[in-house]
């Protein structure tokens, strides 16, 4: 059974859906690397290593895809409050004149 390699370096990638969907499907194959490891005849010591280093990989890729996904939220957000219309000083001036 051969362990595919995950950076466990900081993630700077794109935050793009492509990306997201890329590292939902990486999660996919680790999950299903797993299942058939825990179906596997190995003896119990190296599969329990392998078991761990896949878990680790999974979790990786699960953080990598909360923070593209955080990314893509700020930027949303971002961009949402930038097209807002600026009409909030005409109402804070209504406001004051109000309590005048």
Same mark, same amino acid.
């Given at each position: ?19 997201? !969907? %890329?590292? /939902?499907?990486? &999660?996919?194959?680790? #999950? ?7 179906? +596997? $005849? ?25 923070? !593209? %996904?955080? /990314?893509?939220? &700020?930027?949303?957000? #971002? ?7 600026? +009409? $909030? ?12």
């Amino acid at each position: 059974m051969n362990v595919s390699a995950v950076s466990t370096g900081s993630y700077s990638g794109d935050s793009s859906p492509t990306t997201v !969907a %890329q590292l /939902k499907k990486q &999660k996919k194959e680790l #999950e299903e690397e797993l299942k058939e490891l825990n179906n +596997s $005849n190995e003896d119990a010591k190296t599969k329990q290593t392998e078991i761990q280093q896949l878990q680790l990989q999974i979790q990786q890729v699960e953080m990598q895809i909360q923070r !593209a %996904q955080n /990314k893509t939220a &700020k930027s949303s957000g #971002e961009s949402a409050a930038n097209d807002t219309p600026s +009409s $909030n000083n005409t109402d804070n001036a209504n406001v004051l004149d109000k309590l005048a």
